[in-house]
């Protein structure tokens, strides 16, 4: 599998580090609510299709990149760095990615 980074063009995957589901919503840092931290922390899905995830380019440039990868035949529709995407994921009350 190919991914191209933004700044080093298109690498093997053995370059990248997964970094977890870029569709997950962080509780409240100050939030003493021990379920929605057991669900952030533990439950997955495991959807067939189109998936957002985080990746950093740890072999190259160690940018952050938010992929969007279908999860059935592995492609890659859309590659960013994860930075310019906090502005989006602040209105949304999620913590901004730090991009590299």
């Known amino acids: 599998m190919l991914i191209t980074c933004p700044y080093c063009g298109p690498r093997d995957l053995a370059e990248f580090a997964y970094q977890g589901d870029g569709n997950r919503t ?5 939030s ?46 859309s ?4 930075r310019e995407l906090g502005h989006r994921r602040s209105l949304r009350r999620d913590r901004p990615e730090r991009g590299g």
């Open 26 to 30: 962080r509780p409240d840092p100050a």
């Open 32 to 77: 003493m609510d021990q379920d929605a931290w057991n669900a952030y922390v533990y439950d997955r899905h495991n959807p067939a299709g189109a998936h957002h995830e985080f990746w950093q380019h740890s072999g190259g440039c160690r940018a952050h990149l938010a992929v969007t990868r279908d999860t059935l035949t592995h492609a890659i529709t």
């Open 79 to 82: 590659v960013a760095f994860a």
